[in-house]
């Protein structure tokens, strides 16, 4: 079923679902909610056997906004949105495929990502990524192979960011990082950031809390993990040779088949 609700009531509804059924919320989780601007509404997917629950809570609240809340299947909120005009009858086909399947909507298509890929890797990232198409920041098929550039078509970005990495073994691999790549003269990030690899089974490495070596870049080259006999994943400047050791920070081993790896193409999320 899907709860459909003003946008004002949300804070007021994930409370609500908090204490009913902390197993599905749990209290540290921020919620995420697919906001339409033109379709004031959005959806929280509950249980049938629970609707009644639900209802019976709005129905008794006092200060008359219950009016404003209503139970509806899935189905049924698709075709109200169906209905808006026709200028975003193609973004609500994406956000329907969203719902449908899980998949991520990718602004422009991946030259090194398939949808298992995108799949797979969307479910392991913060919830607070959840629901956001995904914007190609950097990609070496169309802004050439510099880290230079990298980092300034990063500029002034400020959200997590999403490496992936194929080498010339057709290895793909990369990091999750929750801060864009930057110069920088101490390591940053937080404990958000992982590593993973499809080699050819999706593996993630999540942050072992061994140390706090996330990420740090110079012009040089840009490092991810650390701590033992060299970094979870670098890279050089010119973005052509890289490599991954055993990395302390994720618990991870090397990510390619190869510790050293010569790239093939590289995009960032």
């Given at each position: ?15 609500f679902?908090?204490?009913w ?16 601007e ?5 959806h ?6 629970k609707?009644?629950?639900?209802n019976?809570?709005l129905?008794?609240?006092v200060n008359?906004?219950?009016k404003?809340?209503e139970i509806i ?14 200028d ?11 719902v449908?399947d899980?998949?991520p909507?990718?602004e ?6 398939h949808?298992h890929h995108t799949?797979t ?10 629901g ?8 070496t098929?169309?802004?050439?192979s ?7 078509k ?5 959200s997590p960011v ?7 073994h ?11 790549f930057r110069?920088?003269?101490?390591c ?5 950031t992982?590593l993973?690899?499809?080699?050819p089974?999706?593996k993630?490495?999540?942050?072992s809390g ?5 990420v740090s870049?110079?012009?040089e080259?840009l490092?991810?993990?650390g701590?033992g ?13 890289g490599?991954s050791?055993?990395?302390p920070?994720f618990?991870s081993?090397s ?5 050293d790896?010569?790239v093939?193409?590289v995009?960032?999320?």
């Amino acid at each position: 079923m899907g709860v459909a609700y003003s946008v004002g009531e949300v804070d007021h509804l994930y409370t609500f679902f908090v204490q009913w059924s902390p197993e599905i919320l749990k209290k540290n989780q921020k919620p995420h909610y697919h906001c339409r601007e033109t379709q004031p509404k959005c959806h929280r997917v509950a249980e049938k056997k629970k609707t009644t629950v639900v209802n019976k809570h709005l129905t008794n609240r006092v200060n008359g906004a219950a009016k404003n809340w209503e139970i509806i299947t899935v189905k049924d909120a698709k075709r109200r949105l169906s209905l808006s005009s026709e200028d975003s009858e193609l973004e609500d086909s994406e956000y329907q495929k969203e719902v449908d399947d899980g998949f991520p909507v990718l602004e422009v298509q991946s030259q090194l990502l398939h949808d298992h890929h995108t799949k797979t890797l969307a479910a392991h990232m913060p919830a607070r990524t959840q629901g956001y198409p995904w914007q190609l920041v950097y990609s070496t098929g169309v802004h050439g192979s510099s880290l230079k550039t990298l980092y300034r078509k990063m500029a002034g970005l400020d959200s997590p960011v999403l490496l992936v990495i194929k080498d010339m073994h057709k290895k793909v691999f990369g990091a999750f990082s929750s801060d864009p790549f930057r110069v920088s003269k101490s390591c940053y990030g937080t404990g958000e950031t992982f590593l993973f690899n499809f080699n050819p089974d999706f593996k993630v490495y999540r942050w072992s809390g061994q140390n706090t070596y996330f990420v740090s870049g110079d012009l040089e080259s840009l490092q991810i993990g650390g701590g033992g006999g060299g970094f979870g994943l670098w890279l050089d400047a010119d973005l052509y040779r890289g490599s991954s050791f055993s990395c302390p920070t994720f618990s991870s081993p090397s990510l390619s088949t190869h510790i050293d790896f010569v790239v093939q193409d590289v995009e960032v999320w």
